[in-house]
């Protein structure tokens, strides 16, 4: 069964403390991952798409990577503005799978200033 | 450039009756999927549907329906809604019915009594 599941749940860090979130999947043939962010309330946001074991994507303080097996979002020197949840989504390399992302429950991160 | 778009924003029922969520997606993208997701989980896939023909699936009774019109713009269906139907239903987007990035929109917020 394709799985995802997000660790930490929660994070609390304060301005400018550095961190990484992490995203294990099981899938039976990946075809991406991708990582969206959630303000409270609202639809997701488009961030990364990660494709094959060992690529990397950055956009400002947010860097992604991928491996076999997981997937990292690290934040560098975070601001206040950068607390949001973030979700990691998987998509399958088969039929009918094409419009289906398996999310995880997502990581709160919380930006203290 | 318009984003996804949803209405209504928020909608409040009570149990046994009938919703219809609309959902018009990014100019130029052919291909919309629906979402549900409950609070503190992450969107669980619904349907997708490509070129006005459903091309996914998710594990949803057959009390939730969609369609796609000639113009792209897509209504999801609810009918006898239970009280765990209460969620944020979205709407994503995308190129084609093949593997891509989906973009969201903001969301209908559902609340069943």
């Known amino acids: 069964e394709d799985q995802v599941t997000q660790s930490p749940e929660a994070l609390r860090l304060q301005e400018g403390e550095s961190s990484s979130l992490n995203c294990s999947y099981t899938?039976?043939?990946?075809?991406?991952l991708f990582w969206y962010r959630q303000d409270p309330g609202k639809g997701p946001e488009f961030l990364f798409t990660l494709y094959s074991a060992g690529e990397e994507k950055e956009k400002e303080r947010l860097k992604a990577t991928l491996t076999k097996k997981e997937s990292f979002l690290h934040i560098t020197a975070p601001k206040p503005e950068d607390s949001a949840t973030y979700l990691c989504?998987?998509?399958?390399?088969?039929?009918?799978?094409?419009?289906?992302?398996?999310f995880g429950k997502g990581t709160k991160l919380s930006v203290k200033p | 450039d318009a984003g996804v778009t949803q209405s209504p924003t928020h909608l409040i029922k009570t149990r046994g009756q009938h919703v219809t969520l609309r959902c018009s997606p990014i100019?130029?993208?052919?291909?919309v999927s629906w979402y549900q997701q409950v609070l503190g989980q992450g969107p669980q896939f619904i349907f997708q549907?490509?070129?006005?023909?459903?091309?996914g699936r998710g594990n949803f009774p057959d009390r939730f329906s969609a369609r796609q019109f000639p113009n792209y713009s897509s209504e999801l269906n609810v009918n006898a809604l239970l009280l765990g139907d209460s969620a944020l239903y979205l709407c994503a987007s995308s190129p084609s019915g093949s593997w891509y990035e989906q973009f969201f929109g903001p969301g209908t917020r559902l609340t069943v009594l």
């Open positions: 549907y490509y070129e006005k023909e459903e091309r």
């Open positions: 989504a998987v998509q399958a390399l088969r039929l009918g799978s094409q419009g289906n992302l398996i």
């Open positions: 100019s130029g993208h052919k291909s």
């Open positions: 899938v039976s043939g990946l075809r991406g």
